[in-house]
Structures are given as structure tokens and as C-alpha cells.
């Protein structure tokens, strides 16, 4: 069974990619390459260089006889979509809206989103769930509540059906070590961190140590993103079974600082990772873990990779097997 995979080139996307293929559906990348990386695809997989946003996608899902789509493409920088909005407005919502549009043409009636906590901005209630306020700080965050509400309301109109998945904090890498992170600019901190022990930076920054928190860091709920890709199969196959359009949160229910990360990372890859104290990075709010309980009850989604641990040790694999991400591996001589 085909499923187009816009953005399949990204971080999550590649994943996921994998993820369908060991389900035995058969994805068809769909991708721009503006910040996708060739070399994360697998071999003979139909990959299309296309933005989501241009009218032949019609024919693509035509085409390619495609029963549902995992939409992943689009810009997921916070503090960019602060400075540049219009690229957050165009890529994300105008370009989601025309996804969603072609899929409506072609007869395609099944999307999994993928969504993100920062659709809730400043928490009002710990565990978040999916019922709590959605009230998002920043334009990014914005950007995917309007593409969830194009989707209920296509859903509702047309009788399409869809899962939007909330992600928490993705991170960790495919345990192959063969794909992983690679953001340019980087700006989140678990890979941070190992550039960090790797000396590829000379020290982590920790932004604010005065939160209100056990030891006055950010806490936050990482996720593998083996887990996230396997949640996007169980949506996927639920709407294919007929399920009701959904949005379900993707997090491990956990909560670490800032500090313990880079003290986990230090266990992990037996360095001693120089760190500075810095101030607080605007907008970030003290405390963001999930409640993961609808999408256990209803996809019976079961994250086995979420040890911290092993998001870190996974994550490291890549790194060092890969220090200039897949620009240049260390195995090239
Ligand atoms: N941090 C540091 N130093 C760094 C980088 C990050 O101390 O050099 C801290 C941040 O202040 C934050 C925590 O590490 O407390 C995690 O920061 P990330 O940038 O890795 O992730 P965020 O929690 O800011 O963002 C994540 C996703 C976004 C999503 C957001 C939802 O990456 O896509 O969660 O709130 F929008």
C-alpha cells in the first residue's frame, strides 16, 4: 500500500520512512531537499522532488495510487519563525493547505500531521493533555494549530480523516546509527550537547538556571524518534481501519532538566563535557511533559526506546559515526 511522505528527507520523516517500510507499506518520498538530506533515504525508494505546495502533487497521488499521507514537510525553527514569519506562513500553512487541497482532488482521505506541543505555548496544567489550553507562544507553534484546524475542518466538510500527533521533544536516532539529526543551524540540546563532547563546540550553554524546577533548569519530555515514527504506522493504519479523525500528544510521560541531560550525556559517552552558564533563551517555559495516555489507550502505541539512555546513546552512535551529519561521514576517506 503506497504512502506519500512529504518531508520524508527530514529528521522524523526519514524515520518514519523506516518505520512504514518494516510494516510493509511502500512510502513515496515526497520532498524539496531545502533542508531534507538525499542521503537518509534508502535505496529504491521513489522519491520526488516536489514542494508540497505545487500543483502536480495532484497528479503524484494520482499517480502513484496512494492511500494516505504522513505530512512532515516544513520549516520547525522557533526562534526563526520569530524573526521570519512569512516563511512559516508560506511553507507551513499556505503550503499545507495546498497538500491538503491536492489530497482532496486526488480522492486521498487519510492524513497523519505531524503536529507539535508547541501548539499549548506556556502550559496551564502538567501532564499536558490534549484537552488543555491551546494557547501558542510563537509563530511556529501557530502555524500547526492552523494546519490541525484546516484539517478538522476538511474532515468535518468532506469526510476526510486524519491523526495530528503533538510531539514532545523528538530526539535519539535510528539504533542502526546509519540516520540521525542533522539541523542547520542546530539549536536543540541533546545534539548540542554530544557536538559539545565530540569538541565540535567548546562547551553547552544551559539557558537559565532560575526556573522554578527541582535544580532551576527547563524540564522537558524527550521521545525517541523510533517511538515517534512507530506511532505515525499505528495513526496511519487507523484510519485506514476506518478510525475517527484524532489528535493524540507523542511524549514519554517523563520529564528531565537540562542539567540531567548533559549529566546523562556525560555517563553516556564517558566525557566530561565542558559546560557555561548562561541566561534564559526567550519564550522557552519551565516545564513541558506530555500525557501520552489517548494514544496508548486508543493506537495502543507502546514507546520502547524512550529510556533516556537510550535517546542519548542512539543519538551519540550517529554522531560519532557521522560528526558532520551526512555531509561527510567518517567512513569517507
Ligand atoms: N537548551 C539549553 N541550551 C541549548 C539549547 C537548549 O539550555 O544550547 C535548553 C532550552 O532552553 C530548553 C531545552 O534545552 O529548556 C530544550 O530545548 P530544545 O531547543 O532542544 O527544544 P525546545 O523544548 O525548545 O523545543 C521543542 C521542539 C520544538 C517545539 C517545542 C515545543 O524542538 O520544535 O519543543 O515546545 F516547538
Redesign the pocket.
Given at each position: 500500500m503506497n504512502i506519500l511522505v512529504s518531508g520524508g528527507a527530514g529528521y522524523i520523516g526519514s524515520h518514519t520512512v523506516r518505520a512504514l517500510l518494516k510494516a510493509g507499506f511502500t512510502p513515496i518520498i515526497l520532498d524539496n531537499f531545502s533542508r531534507g538530506h538525499r542521503e537518509s533515504i534508502p535505496d529504491g525508494i521513489t522519491t520526488i522532488e516536489m514542494d508540497i505546495a505545487s500543483p502536480e502533487v495532484v497528479n503524484i497521488l494520482q499517480r502513484y495510487n496512494i492511500k494516505g499521507v504522513m505530512h512532515f514537510a516544513a520549516h520547525?525553527?522557533?526562534g526563526e519563525s520569530m524573526m521570519n514569519p512569512s516563511i512559516y506562513y508560506e511553507n507551513n500553512v499556505v503550503g499545507s493547505y495546498k497538500l491538503i487541497e491536492s489530497a482532496r482532488k486526488a480522492g486521498v482521505n487519510h492524513f497523519v500531521f505531524s503536529s507539535?506541543?508547541?501548539v499549548?505555548g506556556e502550559p496551564k496544567e502538567v501532564p499536558i493533555k490534549e484537552t488543555s489550553p491551546l494557547t501558542p507562544t510563537?509563530v511556529?507553534?501557530r502555524t500547526k494549530l492552523i494546519i490541525e484546524e484546516m484539517l478538522s475542518d476538511y474532515s468535518s466538510i468532506y469526510g476526510s480523516t486524519y491523526v495530528a500527533l503533538r510531539?514532545?521533544?523528538?530526539a535519539g536516532a535510528d539504533e542502526s546509527g546509519l540516520i540521525g539529526e542533522d539541523h542547520t543551524p542546530e539549536?536543540?540540546?541533546?545534539p548540542?550537547v554530544l557536538e559539545a563532547a565530540m569538541g565540535k563546540r567548546p562547551h553547552?550553554?544551559?539557558?537559565?538556571t532560575d526556573y522554578n524546577t527541582p535544580d532551576g533548569?527547563?524540564i522537558?519530555d524527550y521521545i525517541h524518534v523510533s517511538d515517534l515514527a512507530e506511532a505515525h504506522v499505528l495513526a496511519m493504519n487507523y484510519l485506514i481501519k476506518g478510525g475517527e479523525s484524532r489528535v493524540f500528544n507523542l511524549g514519554s510521560g517523563n520529564g528531565f532538566s537540562?542539567k540531567e541531560?548533559i549529566e546523562t550525556a556525560k555517563t553516556v559517552t564517558g566525557i566530561d563535557i565542558p559546560v557555561v552558564y548562561g541566561e534564559?533563551?526567550a519564550g522557552?517555559?519551565s516545564t513541558?511533559i506530555a500525557s501520552s495516555e489517548a494514544i496508548k489507550d486508543v493506537l495502543g502505541w507502546n514507546p520502547t526506546h524512550s529510556e533516556l539512555s537510550q535517546i542519548i546513546g542512539d543519538a551519540w552512535k550517529w554522531h560519532e559515526e557521522h560528526p558532520n551529519g551526512f555531509g561527510n561521514k567518517k567512513d569517507i576517506h
Open positions: 520547525s525553527q522557533v507539535t506541543a508547541a499549548y510563537n511556529y507553534g510531539y514532545f521533544n523528538a539549536t536543540h540540546l541533546i548540542l553547552i550553554t544551559v539557558f537559565g533548569t527547563c522537558r537540562v541531560i534564559r533563551r522557552d517555559p513541558l
